[in-house]
């Protein structure tokens, strides 16, 4: 905590210990306060009235009970989140995970990084997120709607287009979304489309949702390049995952001109140096729900698959790295290959993947690193837009949706940009970034009173 400000220091190691052994929360708070040393110093208001104490905690923490009836008709238990952690904004927004290693403190951490993170879109949206500890992987369509339509039973009471409106994560796509969509269409009696996004397009889903974190992240990244008369096109780039985000991410930096060479999933990874057949990809993943391991066998010749344990994605020499699996994938030891292997771009999709090592060790690098509640804000964006459509009764053309989306992206970079510059940190787009959406949540709490 060398050079950071008393009262900061002293939040934070207070926050620690009232919400102990939530370690992912620990650091994105950490992360975050790190950041608003120079604000403080700017602006000591922003010190008073516990600002910084009642940002840090959520409005409504609720975790409840999910019994389930599988297959074999035996009962299945569950737990259940969500975090609502800030609405000084607009209401509650965030996905929910459905992931074995979901808990409290993994909830916390994300829905305090949506809060930001949703305040750099600049559209009217709160921060929150939920989930369960409910593993998908194996389970049939049937248990996956049982185990949806449980959730649902008990977190339908809590939300509503204009109090709190979930969307998917990882382990939560369209279908899951359509079970839960239905769960609460029946309990309440209304067709109250704005209360969950990501949903399909024959329901009241927004074309371009589905793409969306996967194209932001890449506006972000190219927006970054063209700053410094630079592009995407004819780059070597890796990205991790293969779910909803690296899939897109894919599909949008092939689009650019650059060539996708690798990709992962949690038990492995595949290298495809012809560059990485999405179709396939797609088929694996969001067909036959099966492991990225299969591409070796269906794609034949050219492509090799390296077990996880056996060696990292990252030891795969990239220029732009687009790490879009899950938090801390990344760890200081991957960053060093990365940059001993020439990376110049890290563009997070995921929440949080970098370590605080990785992060340091790519930042002393002068790699250009765009953080993750920034690149990976378009998910949300457009799922604002969704709920834009839902509340006027419209529906827009995939062009048009993903025009707002890129000029959204833009946006954000430019902010971030603009905020690093504004404080002495030119190309920080981390500081850049928690400076700027901590200004806009801080500028409404204090607006509001102490609430
Ligand atoms: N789960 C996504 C995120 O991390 C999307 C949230 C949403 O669309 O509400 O931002």
Known sequence: MKGMDVKLASVISEVLSRNAGEGEFHQAVHEVLGSLTRVIAKNPNYADDALIERICEPERQIIFRVPWIDDKGQVQINRGFRVQFNSALGPYKGGLRFHPSVNLGIIKFLGFEQTFKNALTGMPIGGGKGGSDFNPRGRSNNEIMRFCQSFMTELHRHLGEHTDVPAGDIGVGGREIGYMFGQYKRLTNRYEAGVLTGKGLVYGGSRARTEATGY???????????????????????????????????????????????????????????????????????????????????????????EQGQGSIWDVPCEIAMPSATQNEVTGKDAQTLVANGVKVVGEGANMPSTPEAVRVFQEAGVLFAPGKAANAGGVATSALEMQQNASRDSWTFEQTEARLAKIMHGIHDLCAETAEEYGAPGDYVLGANIAGFVRVAEAMRALGVI
């Open 216 to 306: 932001g992240a890449t506006y972000f990244v190219e927006r970054m390049l063209a700053s410094r008369g630079s592009a995407i096109e004819g780059r070597r780039t890796v990205v991790s995952g293969s779910g909803n985000v690296a899939i897109y991410t894919i599909e949008k930096i092939t689009q650019c001109g650059g060539i996708v060479v690798a990709c992962s999933d949690s038990n492995g990874y595949v290298v495809d140096e012809s560059g990485i057949d999405l179709d396939l990809v797609k088929e694996i993943k969001e067909v036959r729900r099966a492991r990225i391991a299969e591409y070796v066998t269906l794609k034949g010749k050219g492509a090799y698959y390296v």
